[in-house]
């Protein structure tokens, strides 16, 4: 089991800058993939930024590469997502998900087994 607590999230306006962080405890070395996804209403959840817990591989949703990067803590067990010149259409509730998958889809939510609860963040234009 892995459990996830995101934190960071919030209110910007359209240009600024927040930075993510998910915190994960338990069987953490089981997590080969950890994630970002987001889930605005009325929409289904989308993946966002993947990263690969054993390596440097990284994959993005084209609608975030140059702004967004995912990056991760092993000492502290910590993923992190900076996100810069955010927009309106980044408004969503903004999950950290991890897989213990061998092989999968990087950004399909069905391929991660452990959820956070979420974290909101809101762009104003």
């Known amino acids: 089991q892995v459990q996830l607590v995101e934190s960071g999230g919030g209110s910007v306006q359209a240009g600024g800058s927040l930075r993510l962080s998910c915190a994960a405890s338990g069987d953490t070395y089981s997590a080969r993939y950890m994630g970002w996804f987001r889930q605005a209403p009325g929409k289904e959840r989308e993946g966002v930024a993947t990263?690969?817990?054993?390596?440097?591989?990284?994959f993005y949703t084209e609608s975030v590469k140059g702004r967004f990067t995912i990056s991760r803590d092993n000492a502290k067990d910590t993923l992190y997502l900076q996100m810069n010149s955010l927009k309106p259409e980044d408004t969503a509730l903004y999950y950290c998900?991890?897989?213990?998958?061998?092989?999968?889809?990087?950004?399909?939510?069905?391929?991660?087994?452990?959820w956070g609860q979420g974290t909101q963040v809101t762009v104003s234009s």
């Open positions: 998900a991890a897989s213990v998958k061998a092989v999968i889809r990087a950004l399909d939510p069905r391929s991660f087994d452990y």
């Open positions: 990263i690969y817990t054993r390596g440097t591989t990284t």
